[in-house]
């Protein structure tokens, strides 16, 4: 691997699939059965599965993203969580007592169960794959990202080159490991909704809860240009300024405020860590040649690809295709229009009529930016 270009695939439950539909773009703008054109592949949450599956066939870019396209068009909400009527009545029994001290087992509290998702990971993935990866040179690091319950520290668990060190930062750090399925569910523990994975003597929950930074670990594992897919909505046509009038005036439901909550974890601080490192490079580009030697560490390049589309609207328009269970769920949470929970929604419809919507749109905002894609990657490929 001739590059330190880093991969950034953040987190959003379902949401993930747009990331597929971008990668999928590149499969095809790339020569077929390229290697992966990064060295570093940083994931949080569902971010961290489609970063693992490249990581795995990082000799064959386009397999890896054929592969990923599949798993993915074929997903059912089953496959990720308990969808039955009495676990979901369970797990709010369960939810309801723990308010009173009334449960004591090892198993994590949640609305949901998601040991289905438990059992996909191990059916599609080979960790081995990726230790030979590493090991042939064919990747520098993969980084899986989760929040520990016990310190509250973001923790980055990577498996990466023998160069690469951990850190220990401001409530964040770094940990060398042997990756594994158990990551995987710690880093895609949406708090509240699916139960808390223990690593360890630790119990983790999803890594974009308290990750202050998405770009730092790509940072420490020596990445110097970034490539970033997003899952927000914040390109499209929305006017944030918009007068009050048009706005809902009534109090907020608990989907809404959940749905808020998630938006908060997963998507509304990446686009300020870009600004941030924009900035930071224009003002080192007016600095002495002297100085600039200083802050060679800081990537000089940076790339997001995030919708042209709202990923809500989207949702909304397949709130449907939930099952029956889930969508009695959300309006119990107060959503009592389709309006209200299609935020909180679009994280759990794993469905594969959204997220063929959601591959579909990443794959032509991908193409759209198809030519500043292959300047990103002409030096390296």
């Given at each position: 691997m001739n590059n330190n270009n880093a991969l950034i695939l953040s987190g959003g439950g379902a949401r993930a699939a747009y990331q597929v539909g971008v990668l999928s773009a590149m499969g095809r703008i790339l020569p077929k059965h390229s290697p992966i054109p990064f060295s570093i592949l940083c994931g949080t949450s569902a971010g961290a599965l489609n970063a693992t599956m490249l990581a795995s066939y990082a000799d064959n870019f386009s397999k890896a993203v054929s592969t990923l396209a599949f798993v993915w068009r074929h997903l059912t909400p089953d496959q990720i969580y308990t969808v039955g009527r009495w676990p979901v009545a369970s797990s709010l029994t369960k939810t309801l007592m723990s308010y009173f001290h009334m449960h004591n087992h090892d198993r994590s509290i949640a609305l949901m169960d998601n040991l289905p998702l438990e059992e996909l990971l191990r059916n599609h993935l080979d960790f081995s794959r990726v230790t030979n990866a590493i090991d042939n040179k064919q990747l520098r690091a993969l980084a899986i990202t989760a929040m520990s319950y016990s310190t509250g520290e973001s923790t980055t668990f990577f498996q990466g080159a023998p160069d690469i060190h951990p850190w220990q930062g401001n409530r964040r750090k770094g940990v060398i490991a042997n990756l594994g399925v158990d990551h995987l569910l710690a880093s895609s523990a949406i708090p509240t909704i699916f139960p808390a994975h223990k690593i360890d003597n630790h119990y983790y929950g999803d890594g974009a809860i308290r990750q202050k930074s998405a770009i730092y670990p790509a940072l420490?594992?020596?990445?110097?240009?970034?490539?970033?897919?997003?899952?927000?909505?914040?390109?499209?046509?929305?006017?944030?300024?918009?007068?009050?009038t048009d706005v809902d005036s009534s109090a907020p439901s608990m989907a809404q405020i959940l749905g808020q909550l998630l938006n908060s974890a997963f998507i509304d601080n990446l686009e300020d860590d870009i600004n941030q490192l924009e900035i930071m490079n224009s003002l080192i580009r007016d600095l002495p040649e002297e100085k600039k030697a200083q802050h060679q560490n800081l990537p000089t390049e940076t790339l997001i690809i995030s919708p042209s589309q709202e990923l809500n609207a989207i949702a909304h328009q397949h709130l449907g295709t939930l099952p029956k269970n889930i969508r009695v769920l959300l309006k119990a949470a107060g959503g009592s229009t389709s309006e209200k929970i299609s935020s909180a929604a679009s994280y759990l419809l794993f469905t594969p009529q959204y997220c063929k919507a959601l591959m579909d749109l990443g794959y032509q905002d991908a193409m759209w930016e198809k030519d500043r894609i292959l300047a990103f990657l002409e030096n390296d490929t």
């Open positions: 420490k594992l020596g990445a110097n240009k970034l490539f970033i897919i997003g899952v927000s909505g914040n390109r499209s046509a929305k006017k944030w300024s918009a007068p009050d």
